[in-house]
């Protein structure tokens, strides 16, 4: 049973999330969470073997590093990174697919033979909808033929899921999603302010291991000064950054607006001094006198008159 006597770290933070899926020593529940995800079962099971460092270095091309939430390898060499995103990010599916290629082009070693690549799976979990074009909160994408629908190859394979979705689904059936075997790592995101969340997830923990493992390695990270420390730490630091992004939308929403009315007055007052010069040319006037009261240079002057003759 969780104690509620403390706050529980927000398990959609990067650094919380790490702490309870990135580390070797809870493999178990990494292994759980990304075999429901992924529907693999028996032999097929994804089984993580190693765990390499999260800190890429900077590319040659783009002079950027990137570090990852979670990364590891299978015994079968395939490449796992798991991303979790709380705050809006311009162009995520771009940013992903950069993040896949240099997992994959890491691989690669001079004089190698690319049948020795191994495939990578990217799993993006993102706090926002991504993907408007769809109601589904859990997308799968391969390499696929346009017409005929066959695979190319089975080393791509990019998973995103959008918990904003995942909630509207949910509903207040909470023990009924907890028994999917992917539901209740996706609510475990959420419980941590949610108490009827949390009561269910219990439930479902007297018949599993891992997940009764995952909610005492979770009160055990926020019961401890450190680790809750450099969470709130980090929690700061990714609130300060939307509400930099919400900052910099706000001014960017501000000078469109004023741009748009400045263009809509030109373009009001454009159409007043045609309207005034056509007036003026039908009475007879001539286009010096409707250039001096109008304002207008020559040649439009002399366009409208072609037009009104």
């Not at 709380?86 to 950069?98: D, M």
């Not at 791509?156 to 918990?163: A, G, M, P, Q, S």
Request: with cysteine; proline share 4%; hydrophobic share 40%.
């Amino acid at each position: 049973m969780m104690m509620d006597t403390h706050p529980l770290m927000d398990l959609k933070t990067d650094y919380a999330f790490k702490q309870l899926f990135g580390q070797p020593q809870t493999a178990d529940i990494l292994m759980a969470f990304v075999n429901a995800l992924l529907k693999r079962e028996d032999a097929d099971r994804f089984v993580a073997s190693d765990w390499p460092n999260t800190e890429i270095a900077p590319s040659r091309r783009s002079g950027k590093g990137k570090r990852l939430d979670v990364y590891v390898h299978s015994e079968r060499g395939e490449r796992l990174h798991i991303e979790i995103q709380v705050g809006r990010v311009a162009a995520w599916p771009k940013r992903s697919l950069l993040y896949w290629s240099s997992l994959y082009e890491a691989q690669a070693l001079a004089g190698m033979d690319y049948g020795a690549l191994h495939r990578v799976i990217t799993i993006n979990i993102v706090n926002f909808v991504m993907l408007p074009s769809t109601a589904r909160y859990h997308t799968s994408y391969h390499v696929y033929e346009d017409a005929q629908r066959f695979l190319l190859t089975d080393v791509f394979e990019v998973h995103c899921v959008e918990l904003p979705k995942f909630r509207r689904t949910r509903g207040g059936q909470m023990l009924a999603i907890a028994q999917d075997p992917l539901g209740r790592w996706l609510l475990l995101l959420d419980a941590a302010k949610n108490r009827r969340i949390r009561e269910a997830l219990e439930v479902i923990a007297m018949a599993d291991p891992t997940m009764d493992h995952a909610l005492a390695v979770w009160e055990e990270l926020s019961q401890d000064p450190g680790q809750y420390a450099a969470y709130l730490s980090r929690r700061m630091a990714l609130l300060d950054e939307v509400s930099q992004v919400h900052s910099a939308e706000q001014k960017g929403l501000e000078k469109g607006l004023q741009r748009g009315l400045e263009k809509g007055l030109e373009k009001g007052f454009r159409q007043a001094q045609w309207a005034i010069a056509r007036a003026m040319l039908a009475d007879g006037e001539s286009i010096t006198r409707v250039m001096k009261l109008t304002g207008l240079p020559a040649e439009e002057v002399a366009d409208l008159q072609r037009h009104e003759s």
